[in-house]
């Protein structure tokens, strides 16, 4: 992978949201720190729909993101809600070096396997190209 951070310099940044100020993120939180997500650098959105792309804590988050570190999300719905939407953020990531943790899932832009996520959400991954009828957790 490029850069030169060492291993120990790198950072797992979590991301979570929810659309409604009363839903309770604290089971994202806590699996986000289980994944091994410092609480400081947990970014949540709240009152802000999936659908809805400028997300200002995605945004914090990914740029707190540096070559080598993870970010961390407990499902993709959480992180983006169709095929566009998805493909483009893991393009960013993958641009910028930095690993995918969905759940217990990693996908590293550094190894073959991981490098390919963006295309196969390309090909029709498993998100509509719409919003996702099911309501929030």
């Known amino acids: 992978m490029p850069g030169t951070l060492g291993k120990w310099d790198q950072m797992r940044i979590g991301y979570a949201r929810c659309s409604s100020e009363p839903e309770d993120l604290a089971g994202e939180r806590m699996a986000l720190a289980a994944a091994g997500v410092a609480a400081d650098r947990i970014y949540l959105d709240v ?47 993958t641009d910028r070096h930095v690993i995918l943790a969905v759940g217990e899932s990693v996908h590293d832009p550094g190894d073959a396997l991981g490098a390919q996520l963006g295309t196969v959400l390309g090909h029709g991954g498993r998100l509509p190209d719409r919003p996702h009828p099911r309501s929030d957790r």
């Open 47 to 93: 009152g802000v729909s999936g659908t809805n792309r400028p997300r200002p804590a995605l945004g914090e988050a990914m740029a707190a993101c540096r070559v080598g570190d993870t970010l961390v999300v407990t499902s993709l719905d959480r992180l983006a809600r169709s095929i566009t939407d998805t493909r483009d953020t893991v393009t960013e990531l």
